[in-house]
C-alpha cells in the first residue's frame, strides 16, 4: 500500500516553473528518499503535501484521503519536521511535547508515556535544560520528537541533516532509521551519502520532474559501468594516461568513468602497451553522487 502518491503536480510562481508534472509514491514502511539539487522543488512539494501550498495542478493523496489546499484533513496522518524547526524557548522538551499532545487532542496519560518513550529515543530523556540553550543537533532531534508524537502513519523531514555536524548527522540518522519501524518517511535531502545509508526507495528531482525512481541499488544499476581510478607511479604519467585512456587527470590519478567491464579490459591493455608504471588501479563501486551528476548535466 502506498501511503503518499503524488500524480502530475505543477507549480509555478510567476513565470518560474518549480514542479513541472512531479510524480512519484512511497510505500508503507519504507524511508523514501526525494533528492534534488537547492532550489530544485523539494520544499515546494512538502507544502503542497501539508496543504499549506496551492498546487496549480495535480493530485496528492495521503493514506488514500485527497489533499486540499487549506485543508488539515490528510495531516492527521502526517508528522511533519521543517529544515529549521521552531520551539518555545522557555519550555523544557518534556513541557514542549506535552504542549503538542494536547493540541492534537491526545490524553493526558498517553501524552506522558509517548512523550518519554520519544525522548529516549531521540536521546532527550535525561535532559532538564531550556530549549533555548539546545544546540542544533538538539532542536533537530527534539523535532523528530514532536513530528511523532501523535503515530503518524507519514513522517516528512525537509532536509533535517543540512545544517549538523557530521556526529549530528549520524545521529539525526539513525533515529529516522529507528523511526521507520512505526511510520513511513520521506527524507528530503541534498546529501546523497545519507539517503544510501537509511533510504530504501530514492527519487531524483529535476527541471520539475521525476528524473529516476527506484530503489537505491536500482538507480546505481542504470549506470551501464563503474569507475575506475588509476594512479601513476611517476606523477608526470599522468597526463599522459588520462589521454590515452580517455579519462580526467585529477591529482595524480586518472578517473575513467562509467567503465564497463570490456573498458577495464582495454585500459589494461593500454596501459602494458605503453609501459606506464602504475601504482595502484581501483574499479569503484557506481554511487549516487555519480548518478546524480549524470541526471543533472554535471
Known sequence: MNV??????????????????????????????FIGRNGAGKTTTMKIILGLLQADSGEVTVCGEKVTYGSTAANRFIGYLPDVPEFYGYMT???????????????????KSRSAELLELVGLAGEKHRIKGYSRGMKQRLGIAQALINKPRLLICDEPTSALDPVGRKEILEIIRSAKGETSVIFSTHILSDVEKICDDTAILEKGRTALCGTVSELKAKRSGSDV?????????????????GGEAQSGTVIVRNASQEKMLSILKIISENRIAVQKIEHTEPDLEQLFMEVIGK
Open 4 to 33: 503518499l502518491e503524488i500524480k502530475d503536480l505543477h507549480k509555478s510562481f510567476g513565470s518560474k516553473t518549480v514542479l513541472d508534472g512531479l510524480t512519484f509514491s512511497v510505500s508503507e514502511g519504507s524511508v523514501f528518499g
Open 229 to 245: 581510478q588509476i594512479v601513476p607511479a611517476n606523477a608526470g604519467d599522468t597526463e599522459k594516461a588520462a589521454k590515452l585512456l
Open 93 to 111: 522538551a518534556r513541557e514542549y511535547l506535552k504542549l503538542c499532545g494536547e493540541v492534537t487532542g491526545m490524553k493526558q496519560s498517553e501524552i
